[in-house]
């Protein structure tokens, strides 16, 4: 059985998680799982710290709230209806949609704020009125698209990350973005020989990729998410290879998960650290899953020249109307949002 996991980047990803968890609690777990942008091969997977202790794989059988790395989604949906990332959105908190209230953790904001800037410093009030605005269902549709796989619901609450994902469908779905569009089923086994040494499987590359992405939509939105990196939450993943990156941070209610889930053109990567017995892990996203990241990514790319982004002549058409006469309809009124967190 031949498997696209590369040992040298899978004993870099082990490092990388131990270097950075050392002195914390020894209950503290994390999950990394990494794919390739332009195949979707899967070349480091953990799933827990310890095998011996726990053999539950946290890359593809937790499902564990996004926080605010699943903004991703909700910009894409965004910037697919029309929405200019200069848009002015209210940032002021709390927020109050339908009987939601919503407030900012990872940045205050405070006034009108552009979509970009409020993707950088990972504002909730801002995409919370966003996804009400465009429709909580737009999101579940993307991220379906680029290869979120876990069950989801259209509620505005979806904005902040509510629902359970792992590793494995955060990183391939990144990988959507950071390859220009082209979503790929993860691969793991590339073939398999039987006793005789006939193939009895090989995987069909040629035939893993569809577009479900513009090449404009994909650059856009690397382009804003290359912020969070470059000055929002996750200056913390900032490159030392001097390889360009674009990510996000993420953080649900009571710092229960964070996470960071960020790509470069050759590699997507999913940081998770939480316990596996949910409590607070007392930190941001972007403090503790970003310095992984960057030492892990650091690891993989040396001796790898730079490249850059997928780039495209092609512009977005933003035409969307603003309105947010409608916030307080009732649409969420049935909800029972004490189930959902805060970021």
Known sequence: MYTTLNPASQKAAVKAIDDKLADRDSKLDASLTTVNTANGHIISMVGGRDYDEDQFNLAVQMSRQAGSSFKVFSLLAALDAGVDPSTQID?????????????????????????????????????????????????????????????????????????????????????????????????????????????????????????????????????????????????????????????????????????????????????????????????????????IWRQYMDAILEGVPNAEFPSTEEELTYTYEWDFDEWTNGANDNIDWSLFDDD
Not at 109 to 117: A, T, V
Not at 171 to 190: E, F, K, L, Q
Not at 225 to 240: D, F, M, R, S
Request: hydrophobic share 35%; net charge negative.
């Open 91 to 291: 940032s002021d908190s709390p927020a109050y949609i339908g009987n939601w209230e919503v407030h900012n953790v990872e940045g205050e904001g405070g006034g009108d704020m552009s979509l970009r800037e409020a993707t950088a410093e990972s504002i909730n009030t801002v995409y919370a009125r966003l996804v009400h605005t465009i429709g909580p269902q737009k999101v579940v549709d993307m991220a379906h698209k680029c290869g979120i796989e876990s069950d989801l619901e259209p509620y505005d609450a979806i904005a902040l990350g509510v629902f359970g994902v792992n590793t494995l469908e955060m990183a391939n779905a990144y990988a959507t973005i950071a390859n220009g569009g082209t979503r790929h089923d993860p691969v793991a086994i590339t073939e398999i020989v039987d006793a005789s040494g006939e193939s009895v499987y090989t995987s069909d590359d040629e035939q893993n990729g569809e577009r479900v992405l513009s090449p404009a939509l994909a650059s856009t939105a690397t382009d804003i998410l290359k912020t969070v990196i470059e000055y929002g939450t996750g200056t913390n993943a900032q490159l030392n290879c001097g390889q360009e990156a674009a990510g996000k941070t993420g953080t649900s209610e009571e710092f229960r998960d964070v996470w960071f889930c960020g790509y470069t053109p050759q590699y997507s990567t999913a940081v998770w650290v939480g316990y596996r017995k949910e409590k607070s892990v007392g930190n941001y996203g972007g403090t503790i899953c970003a310095p």
